[in-house]
Each structure stands twice: as C-alpha cells, then as structure tokens.
C-alpha cells in the first residue's frame, strides 16, 4: 500500500506543471507582462503577493507595476494615461499580445482612458502598444462615479483651494470620480456616441474584459436590509459603478409632447464579463471586517492554500478564461444608478432651476435612495453651466424578484417644454440615459 502512495504522489510531481521564471531559457524570450497600476491613494504595496503569486505560478511571466503621484492637485486621469504610454513604450515586446491590464480602483480609470485615446490616435498617445493588450481586468473601479470621491472632495478641498497638504488624494483626481463629473460626461460620449462604435467593437472583439467587482462582507445581515447601497459595495464604491456593462436610452428628438410619456427603447452594452467576490476596497482593520479586493496575502504564493477571493477570480480568468463569481452575492443585489443628461437649449438663464422628478416613486418595488442629486439641490455637482448640460443621478434598489423594472421621469425647468420618458433600469447595472429638451 505504501508503495502504491508513493508512486501514485511521484506520478502527481512528475506532472504537475512547473512555472517557469520569466527569464527562463525555456521561455525563449516569450514572456506575459502583467501590468498592474493602482488606484487613488495607492502604490505597489496595495497589492501585497499578487505579483509574486502571479510570477511564481504561472509560467513565462513578468509583473510591472506602473505607479503615480495620487496626490498632484495639478494631475487628472488623462494625464496618469499619458504617462502610461510612455511607461509601456519601454516595455519590450516579447510576443503577440504580450500585455495584460490589472487594475483597482482608479487605476481601471486609467488603464481605460489609456486604451480610448490609444485606438483614436489621440496626440500624446502611441498607437503601436494597443494591439499588445491581452487582457482588461479591473478590480472595483468606479467606471461611473463614486460616492466616496464626493465625500472627499466635500471633506478635503471644501474651500475652493488647489492644494490642500492634509489630503492624500489630489483634486483633479477627485473632481475626476465625482459623478456627472467632466470626466465622466466625457467618458459617456467617447463610449456611447455612435462615431465611437468602431472602439466599442475592438473593444469587445480584440480584448478580453473582466470587472470584479468587490462586495464588504454584510449582504446577509441586518444592515442590508435598509434600503442604502452603501452595503452594496465594497465601501467605496457600489456595485452598479464598477461594471462597464450598462443599460444605455436615448431620447434625442424634439418633436414631443409635454403631456404624452415616451417609452424609450433599452439597449444593453456588454463589453466584458463580469465576476462578484468577497472583499473591501481596501483592507480594514488588517482584515478583521475585509480583506482588500486586490490586497493579496502570502499564503496565495501556494494556490492549494489561497482562500483569497479577488486573486482566485483574476488568476482563474488569466490562465484559463474562466469567470469565478459568488453566485451568493448575485442572488442580494437590488441595487441600481440612473445617470441622466439632459442637454438645455440656448439662452437658458437659471439652469440651476432644472429638476428631475420620479413619477412612480411610490411604486413598491422600487425603493429610492435619499441621495439624489438634481440640478436644483446640487446645482455645483450637476450642471454644466458652460454647455448646457444638466446631469442628475438617481440612485435605488428593485424590491421584486425580477430583475429589471421602469422608472418613469419627469425633466422640468419654467423656461423649457416638460419632457416626460419611461426608461428600464436593472438591479446591479448603470442605466446611461441622454435626452434633450427644448424651449416654450
């Protein structure tokens, strides 16, 4: 019998695939680099083992992390993007498709500011690298905003100052994740404008996408049970935020009628796959409440021993293109964003008088959050005074079973014809709407 074990155990040994180091002869030069950039507030060290982890257990392989200054009040996204092209660029490259993107928080803001500019030849941007990317995995990235970036903002740069030598993070870079931000109104048109299809269908031809998105570890106690997303995340940002797939309406004529309600016609934009796991933001507490969604501990340099979620899902869709998800996690998000930009005629002169309201907001299946913004309470978050644009967040949860319920809207200002839509909003999902509305 002991003999039957042992040549069974020196079977497993003799087969068991062996990584090989990224300068290994066998490699013959072909190595994966793995690039990993981090988000606001962070560096290298966010990350813990993910690195090692990667290095030491898939073969040919190579991490480099691409690292920046959070705390430049004078530095925005695109910038950190700029800077990105630059550090690939001294990347050699060691084979087809030799890079792969990984991405928390801001960074996945980054990594895709990086590929828009890239593919339209943006100057500052070198277009040769984009055919090297592989692989997009972004690790709670607020691709639509973050409630944690208005707090900031709020708590840190209240004053209307540049530089503030308290705050870890810097103010473009807040200005930057706030929702209905510049940033943002701008990420909405390069993605959804219908120029920018030929992006959107490299996108999701030629790049393989991965949000994970983290979920803090009380889906299944008392506090989830009182109608805030704030439990729907991973404390920093919620769970609608951190997928690039999205609901997306248009109501774009201006030929309607103030007392007729427009059904507008949903579209689904999927450009990626999707995987929920355990885990915060960042570590709390050493990971007495949760660990952080990429904060990868030691033990997962032995795979038989890691037990992280957010490195098992990554490692799972690097190796072998398959998605691991809690199917527990889906099973409790009710949550839903409903982003609306409204675009005002000319000569408009209290824009700040613009409202959105919720006709149905005594619907019982819908529970509204009490954080709304609209342009009459947070006409400094919302409006583009410039241009015209109004842009207004409702934020809530879908109480039934079903997946996905309408919500109807009313756009009001004195000056403009009231415009009335009906638009599909869905539990865990961003739904994009732009319309415009005339004058009386």
């Not at 507030?41 to 090692?52: I, L, N, Y």
């Not at 905003?145 to 208005?150: N, P, V």
């Not at 842009?391 to 809530?396: A, D, N, Q, T």
Request: aromatic share 10%.
């Amino acid at each position: 019998m002991k003999k039957l074990l042992l040549c069974g155990l020196l079977t497993i040994a003799l087969t068991t695939p062996k990584a090989l180091a990224a300068g290994d002869d066998s490699c013959d030069g072909k190595i994966q680099n793995n690039i990993i950039i981090h988000g606001i507030g962070g560096s290298k060290k966010s990350f813990g083992f993910m690195d090692r982890s990667l290095e030491k257990n898939i073969p040919c392989t190579k991490s480099h992390h691409f690292e920046y200054n959070t705390k430049s009040s004078q530095l925005s996204t695109v910038d950190f993007a700029k800077s990105l092209d630059s550090f690939l660029n001294n990347i050699p490259v060691t084979k087809e498709k030799d890079l792969n993107f990984i991405m928390h928080s801001q960074g996945g803001l980054v990594g895709l500011t990086y590929l828009f500019n890239t593919y339209n030849k943006t100057e500052g941007f070198s277009a040769e690298n984009l055919k090297r990317l592989n692989k997009f995995v972004s690790m709670s990235t607020p691709f639509w905003g973050s409630d944690f970036a208005m707090m900031g903002q709020s708590v840190f740069f209240n004053f209307n100052i540049d530089n503030n030598g308290i705050s870890p993070f810097g103010k473009n870079q807040l200005n930057d994740m706030k929702y209905g931000s510049q940033f943002f109104q701008g990420q909405i048109r390069n993605l959804f404008h219908p120029k920018n299809r030929g992006f959107l269908n490299y996108l999701k031809s030629e790049i393989k996408v991965l949000n994970i998105s983290g979920m803090a570890p009380f889906q299944n106690s008392f506090l989830s049970g009182i109608g805030s997303q704030f439990f729907e995340g991973d404390f920093i940002v919620n769970i609608p935020s951190m997928t690039l797939n999205t609901l997306n309406a248009m109501a774009g004529s201006l030929n309607y009628k103030e007392d007729l309600v427009q059904v507008l016609k949903t579209h689904k934009s999927e450009l990626g796959k999707q995987s929920y796991v355990i885990g915060t933001h960042i570590d709390v507490y050493a990971g007495t409440i949760g660990y952080g969604v990429v904060d990868t501990p030691e033990e997962c340099l032995e795979l038989s021993a890691c037990d992280h979620p957010g490195f098992n899902s990554l490692f799972s869709f690097l190796t072998k293109d398959v998605v691991l998800t809690d199917k527990e996690i889906t099973k409790v998000i009710k949550g839903f964003d409903l982003h609306v930009m409204v675009g005002f005629p000319k000569g408009i002169t209290k824009l700040s008088e613009a409202q959105i309201v919720v006709k149905n907001q005594e619907d019982k299946e819908i529970n509204l959050s009490n954080y709304r913004f609209n342009g009459n309470e947070h006409k400094n978050i919302s409006l583009d005074l410039d241009k015209g644009i109004g842009y207004f967040l409702i934020k809530g949860s879908l109480i039934s079973k079903l997946p996905s319920n309408s919500i109807e809207l009313e756009i009001r200002h004195p000056e403009i014809t009231t415009r009335r839509v009906v638009v599909e909003v869905e539990k865990g999902k961003a739904t994009i709407l732009r319309m415009i509305v005339r004058k009386k």
